[in-house]
């Protein structure tokens, strides 16, 4: 009998703020496509214009508490399968690596503001509905290019996904409009703006302990005693603090 080699790998919920919105996103496109009569994104997650839209789209309602709800959910919604891609591929890329930088809560409260800033610019200037992840991909976008920036240093990979990103959102797609262009002014201003003001969290220092300094016997034997008494298996990894694990895997 041949022994079974096994390999198990965790299946860990690494970034939950973004793994989370993207989930989100992308149950309400699901809900949206079984349920078209109820036009749930357009009706939910889709901030109106302003006073100067006309039909079919409907003004920004100042007196309506809906309308001010959606100046934060209309970041959840999207106009179609192409539309949802496109921002959760940059999102999926960038997001888990500043969470990790940044912390949950800080990322949490920087999608916020970036959807409300962008909200409220397309209530007062724009004359078209807004929906859609693309203001909080491009803040993401900006946000990383802080890492390097600090260290005087741009990398070419940033300039790659920039430029194709603005590429894909305005230049290759035909509805491409001031939709884009304002969402992705105010995501860029407050990806900026979190460079500056938001601090890094701080790693954990190591727990690692000091070796102590032994002093050597002059009896040769006590220094084998503690020669092979100091050699000790290493401990076993823990798992880091904070870590959903979802499952393991065995192959």
């Known amino acids: 009998m041949g022994n079974k080699f096994k390999i198990n790998i965790r ?3 690494n970034s939950p ?7 989100l996103c992308t149950l309400i496109l699901i809900l949206d496509t079984c349920f078209k009569s109820a036009n749930i994104i357009s009706n939910v997650f889709t901030v109106p214009g302003n006073f100067r839209s006309a039909e079919p789209f ?6 309506a508490a809906l309308d001010y709800l959606k100046l934060f959910t209309h970041v959840l919604g999207h106009a179609s399968w192409e539309h ?3 921002n959760m591929a940059f999102i999926l890329l960038i997001g888990p690596l500043l969470e990790e930088r940044y912390g949950s809560l800080s990322i949490a409260l920087m999608i916020l503001i970036t959807a409300f800033v962008t909200g409220i610019l397309n209530a007062c200037l724009i004359p078209v509905p807004l929906l859609g992840a693309s203001g909080v991909a491009f803040m993401l976008i900006i946000l990383s290019s802080f890492t390097s920036i600090s260290k005087n240093e741009i990398p070419l990979s940033f300039i790659f996904v920039f430029v194709l990103f603005l590429g894909s959102e305005i230049f290759i797609k035909k509805e491409a409009s001031n939709i884009s262009v304002i969402a992705h002014v105010a995501g860029g201003l407050c990806g900026s703006m979190f460079g500056f003001l938001v601090a890094p969290k701080k790693s954990k220092p190591s727990k690692e302990p000091r070796q102590k300094k032994k002093r050597h016997s002059s009896d040769p034997m006590d220094n084998i005693e503690e020669i092979s008494g100091g050699i000790k298996p290493a401990p ?3 798992e880091e603090e904070g870590e959903i694990v979802l499952g393991t895997i065995e192959l």
């Open 236 to 238: 076993a990894k823990k």
């Open 84 to 86: 949802l891609a496109g």
């Open 17 to 23: 703020v973004i793994l989370t919105y993207c989930l």
């Open 58 to 63: 409907v003004p920004f309602d100042f007196s």
């Open 11 to 13: 299946v860990s919920y």
